[in-house]
């Protein structure tokens, strides 16, 4: 007597070997088809390659691929359209796509995933999909960069105070600012760059493990899908996500400037500083205050930064227990990288918007320069009459203390009351020894150090454009910047 089969109830892609369904709580846990959906013409795209290789390999007859390729098109146009309907029974991108071909040209379609697996399937999509997706957001930094030199161009003659600590430092031109954070954008975007190198490797072709054992040409797929090469070992290839992880950091680093910049641009508006005003339409109001115009768009990037750091230590926690190859935690990053990608193009997008339209208050800058920020010219000054500049150091610092216990600004000592600040130039130091201890004896005379000729360095102008090195903030230094900077952006070329 034979022993009754027990009847199959389960109709998945996997079902074969299951006797009963999945759990409706479970199937909801599981699916993935509301997040990878979003993938659908990449996965279709995919497929049609992997149609072609299978042709070439003669596990597909021409007429077959035809009508794979033909019927995608139309389950692609049905995604475009929203007619697309999803089934209760789609575990994610792949089901659906190959449940609707096989709806669409019946059993033809169930040859498609031959050699194939949905390991090397889902690395695949991703890949392709971060890859445009990196690609349109370099295509946003470049525009940022081009705002920022653009204003820095426009706004050369601006000078403002430069400050470390956040206090008053040294006079900068505002330029001078807005390029620093071009210099970060341009590393990140060329940071994205490489990041993109990585993510264009092809990984269709290693299946579910252990590779393809039909003859797949792999190189083919590559030009197909525009890879620029093929990953080498099938177990690393199913279980790597590092490509991810590196968005993922790469995303972390370059919001983390996009939020410092913010940051400087949400002091800089204050009543208090009052240098910037933010374009009615990127700033928002208060339903209580009727005065308010609050920063929003800075903020919001400000606070969106620590999702995106969240993310990243999110999908490396998640990474960090998995055993090798593919399990199924992998399934994570799509909705990490989706997210991320979302939030980070928003914010250049806005920050480029918002500063490209902000409004900048000349008179507020250069009121707030102090004269105290030109004692480093004054230490200077001495330094250029053969004084050694920790000397020059310690003298300036006597005048700012007079100054101070004098309540005027430094530029308001007079020459007289600054000939009361002396050198002391040692020029005789005898060293006498006695018994055992050895005495110092040192010869030397006061100078007076500070003449009529201080008056001249009290210009925030001359002060700014003595710095004329590569990299500083002399106008002659700045436009060197803004022509390197512009050199390499004509370079790139980026599309929406
Ligand atoms: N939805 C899955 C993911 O994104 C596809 C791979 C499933 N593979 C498997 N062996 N269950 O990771």
Not at 125 to 149: A, C, M, P
Request: proline share 3%; charged share 25%.
């Amino acid at each position: 007597m034979t022993e009754a089969v027990p009847q199959k109830t389960c109709q998945k892609l996997w079902g074969g070997r299951f006797a009963e369904d999945v759990d409706p709580d479970f199937h909801n846990l599981n699916k993935s088809i509301d997040i990878d959906k979003r993938m659908y013409a990449e996965d279709i795209q995919g497929s049609i390659a992997y149609a072609r290789a299978l042709c070439r390999a003669k596990l597909l007859s021409l007429e077959e691929t035809q009508k794979i390729d033909t019927a995608f098109k139309q389950v692609l146009a049905e995604w475009d359209n929203g007619e697309f309907i999803i089934n209760h029974e789609d575990e994610d991108i792949h089901s659906a796509n190959e449940r609707r071909l096989s709806e669409l040209i019946g059993d033809v379609a169930k040859k498609l995933h031959t050699g194939r697996s949905r390991n090397d399937q889902t690395v695949t999509d991703t890949k392709l999909w971060l890859r445009k997706s990196i690609d349109k957001l370099s295509f946003r930094l470049k525009t940022f960069i081009e705002v920022l030199v653009t204003r820095a161009e426009q706004d050369i003659d601006i000078l403002m105070p430069g400050y470390t600590h956040m206090q008053r430092a040294q006079p900068v031109r505002w330029s001078h600012w807005l390029l620093s954070y071009a210099w970060y954008a341009k590393e990140d975007l060329e940071r994205l760059l490489e990041v993109r190198k990585r993510v264009n490797i092809l990984p269709l072709g290693s299946g579910a493990i252990a590779g393809n054992p039909f003859p797949i040409d792999r190189s083919f797929l590559a030009i197909e899908l525009g890879f620029d090469k093929i990953t080498e070992n099938s177990m690393h290839t199913v279980g790597d996500r590092d490509f991810v992880a590196e968005f993922l950091f790469w995303s972390s680093l370059s919001s983390v400037h996009l939020s410092r910049f913010c940051e400087d641009l949400i002091i800089y508006n204050t009543q208090e500083f009052n240098f910037i005003q933010f374009a009615d339409k990127y700033s928002t109001g208060s339903s209580l205050m009727p005065q308010k115009h609050n920063p929003d768009c800075m903020e919001l990037i400000r606070g969106k930064t620590g999702t995106i750091l969240g993310k990243c230590v999110g999908f490396m926690t998640t990474l960090k227990g998995i055993p090798s190859t593919y399990n199924k935690d992998l399934q994570e990053d799509k909705e990490t990288i989706f997210h991320t990608y979302d939030i980070l193009y928003q914010m250049y997008h806005i920050a480029e918007k918002a500063l490209a339209t902000l409004k900048i208050n000349r008179n507020s800058c250069k009121n707030a320069l102090t004269s105290d920020m030109l004692a480093t010219d004054m230490a200077y000054y001495l330094v250029r009459k053969g004084i050694p500049f920790r000397q020059s150091h310690h003298l300036v610092g006597e005048a700012v203390a007079l100054a101070e216990s004098k309540g005027v600004p430094l530029s308001e000592l007079t020459v007289p009351q600054l000939k009361t600040i002396r050198y002391n130039q040692v020029f005789l130091e005898i060293k006498v020894l006695l018994r055992k201890n050895i005495l110092i004896l040192k010869y030397g005379y006061f100078s007076e150090v500070f003449e009529e000729s201080i008056s001249s360095i009290w210009d925030f102008n001359l002060s700014v454009d003595q710095y004329t090195t590569v990299g500083g903030t002399s106008f002659k230094a700045v436009q060197q910047q803004i022509n390197s900077l512009r050199f390499w952006l004509r370079k790139l070329s980026f599309k929406k």
